[in-house]
């Protein structure tokens, strides 16, 4: 059974720094394409970024030269550096894995940038 298992979330002040992990379980992680979406308060679910097998990464224009993701297929691991947060980033942050025609989704991690 695929798991997916974030962290990494918490409070921070606005141009702060965070970085989140998310741990696969139950897949050949490597295979897939992997990513980071968001959901705040009333809206839908988006794309924040993601990166295929072969290290394709793709952003949402909101977040490109702030965020960086990167994966470590020798640890199934997948992560989202945070940088210069602001408060519009607040949002609770799922990790998804492709598995076509299924996708799978984390519990979430939430995500709050606020003085």
């Known amino acids: 059974q695929v798991q997916l298992v974030e962290s990494g979330g918490g409070l921070v002040q606005p141009g702060g720094s965070l970085r989140l992990s998310c741990a696969a379980s139950?897949?050949?992680?490597?295979?897939?394409?992997v990513g980071w979406y968001c959901q705040a308060p009333g809206k839908q679910r988006e794309l924040v970024a993601s990166?295929?097998?072969?290290?394709?990464?793709t952003y949402a224009d909101s977040v490109k030269g702030r965020f960086t993701i990167s994966r470590d297929n020798a640890k199934n691991t997948l992560y989202l550096q945070m940088n210069s947060l602001k408060p519009e980033d607040t949002a609770v942050y799922y990790c998804?894995?492709?598995?076509?025609?299924?996708?799978?989704w984390g519990q979430g991690t939430q995500v709050t940038v606020s003085s």
């Open positions: 998804n894995i492709k598995m076509i025609p299924v996708a799978y």
């Open positions: 139950g897949t050949i992680f490597s295979l897939y394409t």
């Open positions: 990166i295929t097998s072969g290290g394709t990464t």
